[in-house]
Nanobody
Framework: QVQLVESGGGLVQAGGSLRLSCTAS????????MGWFRQAPGKEREFVVG???????????YYGDSVKGRFTISRDNAKNTVYLQMNTLKPEDTAVYYC??????????????WGQGTQVTVSS
C-alpha cells in the first residue's frame, strides 16, 4: 500500500520560511516523479513544483508560475523523502499542501498517488 505522509506545515508570518517534508512508502521511490500541489479555500488544486522523470535516473523540475524564485524542491532517495523549501512566503500562499507521486514522465497533470495534506497559513 502506497503512503505519502507530509509534515512541516504551520503558521508563519509573511516574509518567513517553512520547509515541508513528504516521506513515501510502498513504492520504488526513485522510479517516481515527486511533487507538490496546493489548494486554497474556494479554489481549485494548483500545481506548485515537481520533479518528473526525464529518462534514466535524470529528473526535470517543473515550477508553477506563482512560486518561481521562492520555492525549491529537493529529494533524498535514500530516505524516500521529498522536501519543499518555501521562502518569502506571502498570505496568498496559504493553502493545504499536498505531496504527490507520478510514475509517468513529463508535465504534471494526473499524479498516481496523493498525501493527506498539510496546512500552511501565512499571516500578514
Amino acid at each position: 500500500q502506497v503512503q505519502l505522509v507530509e509534515s512541516g506545515g504551520g503558521l508563519v508570518q509573511a516574509g518567513g520560511s517553512l520547509r515541508l517534508s513528504c516521506t513515501a512508502s510502498g513504492l520504488t521511490f526513485s522510479s517516481y516523479g515527486m511533487g507538490w500541489f496546493r489548494q486554497a479555500p474556494g479554489k481549485e488544486r494548483e500545481f506548485v513544483v515537481g520533479y518528473s522523470r526525464s529518462g534514466g535516473s535524470a529528473y526535470y523540475t517543473y515550477y508553477g508560475d506563482s512560486v518561481k524564485g521562492r520555492f525549491t524542491i529537493s529529494r533524498d532517495n535514500a530516505k524516500n523523502t521529498v522536501y519543499l523549501q518555501m521562502n518569502t512566503l506571502k498570505p496568498e500562499d496559504t493553502a493545504v499542501y499536498y505531496c504527490a507521486a507520478q510514475k509517468r514522465g513529463g508535465s504534471w497533470s494526473s499524479p498516481d498517488y496523493w498525501g493527506q495534506g498539510t496546512q500552511v497559513t501565512v499571516s500578514s
